[in-house]
C-alpha cells in the first residue's frame, strides 16, 4: 500500500497479478470459443418474430 496525495493506492502482488492474468486468459479464450460458436448456430434458427405477430396486437 501506498499513499499519493494522501489517498491510499493497493497494488497486486506479483502472485495476485500472476493469478489475475490466468484468469482473464482463461476467460477471454473461453468467450471468444462461445461466442464464435454461437455465430454459427443462430444463424441455422429460424426468426420467430417474423411468423407471430402478438408484439404487434400488443403494441
Known sequence: MSTVNGV???TLTC???D????F???YWSAYHTAKNQT???LTDLPDYLKEKNTFDIKA
Open 15 to 17: 502472485a495476485e497479478l
Open 19 to 22: 493469478k489475475q492474468s490466468k
Open 8 to 10: 491510499w493506492n493497493y
Open 24 to 26: 482473464f486468459d482463461t
Open 39 to 41: 455465430d454459427t448456430e
